[in-house]
């Protein structure tokens, strides 16, 4: 037993580090109004303050599929297009905003309604599975709302 935990230190030393290694803040997580049954949309910011990390996939339980998106200009044409990943180098945050990148929520299980919230999962390559709540807004709102008190930053 004393050998196992002996062994096992080492492992947990080497997680402890790579957490620390990769911390993120995650803010400003907010979604537009949507029905049920259609696309709903997240966005947010996301900064690394130590070493980069890289989002590789996003969950969350309102909807059976989520993807990472890219919004982009074709010659006048607004286009949109799946995202593999997202690099998040440190001092360089991340913005999925409106005419960029976002979250796409595919099939929402049910209603978005303006003043709910609902929990989604980011996961990162070294940090690994950070859970952050979205507050809804307006059906139309285009610009990140200010932070307050229900949308803190999350430290990672």
């Known amino acids: 037993m004393h050998r196992r935990t002996l062994l096992a230190a080492p492992l947990l030393l080497a997680?402890?580090?790579?957490?620390?290694?990769?911390?993120?803040?995650?803010?400003?997580?907010?979604?537009?109004?949507?029905?049920?049954?259609?696309?709903?949309?997240?966005?947010?910011?996301?900064?690394?303050?130590?070493?980069?990390?890289?989002?590789?996939?996003?969950?969350?339980?309102?909807a059976p599929k989520a993807e990472l998106h890219e919004s982009y200009d074709d010659n006048g044409v607004m286009k949109m297009r799946p995202v593999a990943s997202l690099t998040v180098a440190p001092g360089k945050p991340i913005v999925l905003r409106p005419g960029g990148y976002h979250i796409m929520l595919v099939d929402l299980a049910h209603a978005l309604k303006e003043g709910d919230s609902f929990p989604i999962t980011l996961h990162f390559a070294d940090a690994g599975a950070v859970t952050v709540t979205a507050s809804v807004e307006k059906a139309g709102a285009s610009v990140m709302p200010a932070p307050s008190a229900s949308m803190p930053g999350m430290k990672m």
């Open 15 to 62: 997680h402890a580090a790579r957490a620390q290694a990769a911390p993120l803040v995650v803010d400003h997580v907010w979604s537009r109004a949507a029905m049920a049954g259609r696309v709903g949309v997240v966005y947010l910011s996301i900064t690394a303050t130590g070493a980069p990390d890289t989002l590789v996939s996003v969950s969350s339980p309102i």
